[in-house]
């Protein structure tokens, strides 16, 4: 039987590791209520520019994407570096092997979900590190978005398409969107002015600068989507972690008060069988 003494180093222990566990808790609380605030404004931006990339096609027919049948897709998909996350990555790798095919070009952001993707035999073009903040992600957009436009412009790529997870309503989902060509039928139906607005720039330059944009936007919401999950199931592991560590607190705390007890018996039958209260 062990020692109370002993046990009390477990429970200090115990205690050791919730205290990790709640500032981990606390660190994931904050990314998760900062990205809360801003995903609905980047949406809320991303519309408005899709607004002007539907005016400006309805308004010059001439300005669109051409279409390139057969072209191979750039599919960039999001996960994580860190763990501690339950199945965030594999739940991204499920979705990915279900969409990808050999003629794909495919981006992956973060080590996890390489990893996941690897033990799943799926090959991939390029890799990165996920983001560990907010404020990490512009500079993540600087090593990725140049690339990928480089690869885009090439006259065998049609399609970008972003593979991501996204928080409603207290539930996880793996989303599959098509950020290029960029799908106008998402704005909301609107009276578009019977007038073509007078511009100083030449619209198909406009028209260059906002697709440019909306990929920009596109790739900065997914970031901050996929950083809210990554924290939200991660918070989730914790908070099941830390109500592990409870239940074995207090187990630990019984067990030391019943072996408290038989060491004190014991001691007290020392004394007793040694004669000491006999003169």
Not at 47 to 57: A, K, M, R, T
Not at 111 to 126: M, N
Not at 198 to 227: H, N
Not at 241 to 268: G, N, P
Request: with cysteine; proline share 3%; net charge neutral.
């Amino acid at each position: 039987m062990p020692y109370s003494e002993d046990i009390e180093k477990k429970i200090t222990s115990f205690h050791t590791i919730e205290d990790i566990i709640s500032a981990m808790k606390a660190y994931a609380g904050v990314t998760m209520r900062k990205t809360e605030q801003i995903v609905p404004n980047i949406r809320e931006y991303e519309n408005n520019v899709l607004s002007v990339i539907s005016e400006l096609i309805i308004q010059y027919p001439a300005l669109s994407l051409a279409t390139r049948n057969g072209g191979s897709r750039i599919v960039v998909s999001f996960g994580s570096s860190q763990g501690l996350c339950g199945a965030y990555n594999e739940n991204v790798a499920a979705a990915v092997a279900d969409f990808v095919d050999a003629r794909d070009i495919l981006f992956v952001m973060g080590k996890r979900l390489k990893s996941a993707l690897e033990s799943r035999h799926i090959s991939f073009a390029y890799s990165f590190d996920s983001v560990l903040s907010v404020g990490g992600i512009r500079s993540a957009l600087g090593k990725t978005v140049s690339q990928i436009m480089d690869i885009y412009r090439q006259k065998n790529v049609y399609y970008l398409i972003f593979i991501f997870t996204s928080i409603f309503e207290k539930r996880s989902k793996v989303i599959r969107e098509q950020m290029l060509p960029p799908d106008v039928e998402r704005v909301v139906s609107r009276q578009l002015n019977k007038t073509i607005p007078f511009t100083y720039l030449d619209p198909d330059v406009i028209f260059a600068r906002a697709l440019e944009e909306l990929l920009y936007i596109g790739f900065y919401r997914c970031y901050t989507e996929s950083l809210r999950s990554e924290n939200w199931y991660r918070m989730r592991r914790m908070e099941g972690a830390s109500e592990i560590l409870r239940k074995h607190v207090i187990e630990l705390s019984s067990l030391q008060k019943y072996i408290r007890q038989e060491e004190i018996t014991e001691e007290m039958l020392e004394i007793l069988g040694s004669g000491m209260f006999y003169g």
